[in-house]
């Protein structure tokens, strides 16, 4: 029988990534990703829905992820379904959610912060470095925005 599980989202942060780490030290990050769906009804009116999808990284991924996303960041999350089951304590029902486990995460944004709209890297203030000879030209790959088709 043949099966495939594999799911692209690109949304929002709903809130902080929470950054934990099990006990034998793999890193867990935990997303709230808001995924948006604008639509014209027959009568010309513009309808907006709202889905909230969990999502779990796991290992280096999380780690990056719990350092530079923060609430409002956009990013693109490529990874499979998984339903997480247990049983209430306080019904004794046995309950579920189905949630992505993140394969890839993709950070959309500009890299700059929304407060001054300076890179957090420019911020930070660094020893000044001795000058240097004129560096190599050096050929850069072309970016990967530039796909011909």
């Known amino acids: 029988m043949a099966s495939f599980n ?3 989202l690109m949304g929002n942060l709903t809130r902080d990534p929470e950054l ?3 006990p034998k030290g793999t890193a867990v990050a935990k997303l709230g990703l808001a995924v948006n ?3 014209k009804t027959e009568t010309g009116e513009t309808k ?3 889905l909230f999808i969990d999502i779990e990284a796991f290992s280096r991924q999380a ?3 719990g350092q530079y996303l ?3 960041s956009p990013i693109l999350v490529e990874g499979r379904l998984r339903m997480d089951t247990w ?3 306080q019904t004794n029902q046995k309950r579920t959610k189905i949630l992505v486990t ?3 995460v993709r950070f959309l944004g500009s890299g700059q912060s929304r407060e001054g709209g300076v890179p957090a890297a420019a911020r930070i203030k660094q020893p000044a470095a001795p000058p240097a000879a004129a560096p190599e030209a050096v050929e850069e790959p072309p970016p990967e925005d530039d796909v011909p088709f």
Do not use: P, S
């Open 20 to 22: 934990r780490y099990t």
């Open 70 to 72: 923060k609430k409002g």
């Open 48 to 50: 907006e829905d709202v």
């Open 63 to 65: 780690e990056t992820i």
């Open 6 to 8: 594999k799911i692209i």
């Open 87 to 89: 049983d209430d304590k």
């Open 102 to 104: 993140a394969e890839n």
């Open 37 to 39: 769906r604008t639509w």
